[in-house]
């Protein structure tokens, strides 16, 4: 279990370093020592080495400015590698000294280190990380790409491509923005004079939905969830019913949204296994 939880909290460290920090270097450097200071006071050193080397890994396979040559196949490998952890290993009876000082309580009872480290680096995954898999998921089925979809004109889908793909959940990245937005159709469709072209809410959509993903079905609140996701499929319906004879719009909302909601549903499972092993 601590081995997944590390290596979820590097990966999704180097993406979060990759995204925001205005020094790549100071980012890597601090949230290596953060990795190996936790994995040295909870008696996890070797662990934390692994997921360091598993962080480097990501950021080789998974470039943040261009497709990944790998394609969909790093989260695969992430996925059976942390879900392995979880299953085969389990947790450990001694967590070292911060096992020893470790006390967190919660409606469903005690939090062990272990338990806390896994949902801490699941949490963390889901913010950028999740970004990445999604933008490769896009880039595999080739999405609002002009050439593929036959249309010449009348369509948002028709949007010059960013070399570096498609980001995730729901729309293209405008080739002039430095940014991968997770919701960024709005800005493709919108006139550059538009002032809601400047908004970049969009950012915090995708990863706040996938956290409420995992929290709601933590904590048992199908129905919440279930109303969640057909609101968003509520909003979105007026630009998807717009899409025209292509279909290039909606297969790019369902293709992104299903996979972001699956990444979601798939770090809530891996730590309710977790808690209940």
């Known amino acids: 279990m601590i081995l997944a939880g590390f290596v979820l909290l590097a ?43 598993a962080g480097a890994l990501w950021i080789w396979s998974m470039p943040d400015d261009r497709p990944s040559r790998a394609g969909f196949w790093p989260a695969v490998a992430l996925a ?59 880039d595999g089925e080739h999405t609002w790409r002009p050439a593929e979809t036959g249309s010449t004109s009348g369509s948002a889908a028709e949007a010059p491509a960013d070399p570096r793909g498609p980001v995730n959940a729901d729309a293209p990245v405008l080739p002039d923005s430095p940014e991968h937005s997770d919701h960024a ?12 072209n400047g908004f970049k809410g969009g950012r915090l959509i995708g990863p706040l939905e996938r956290v409420l993903v995992m929290i709601l079905t933590l904590a048992a609140a199908y129905p919440i969830l279930a109303a969640m996701l057909a609101a968003k499929g509520i909003v979105r319906f007026p630009e998807i019913s717009r899409d025209g004879e292509t279909g ?7 293709v992104g949204s299903l996979v972001s909601w699956v990444i979601g549903l798939g770090a809530a499972f891996l730590v309710w296994w977790a808690a209940h092993s």
């Open 11 to 53: 990966v999704g460290a180097v993406d979060l370093v990759r995204q925001f920090a205005p020094r790549r270097w100071i980012g890597f450097t601090v949230a290596a020592a953060v990795v190996v200071l936790l994995g040295i006071g909870g008696d996890a050193l070797l662990p934390a080495v692994l997921a360091l080397a």
């Open 80 to 138: 059976a590698l942390s879900i392995g952890a979880v299953v085969w290993v389990g947790a450990r009876d001694d967590a070292g000294l911060i096992g020893e000082l470790w006390t967190l309580r919660s409606p469903f009872g005690d939090v062990p280190f272990d338990l806390a480290v896994l949902a801490l680096g699941a949490g963390v995954f889901l913010l950028e990380s999740a970004n990445l898999v999604v933008r490769a998921a896009l």
């Open 185 to 196: 159709a709005v800005e493709a469709i919108l006139p550059a004079t538009d002032p809601r």
């Open 248 to 254: 290039a719009r909606a297969e790019y909302f369902l």
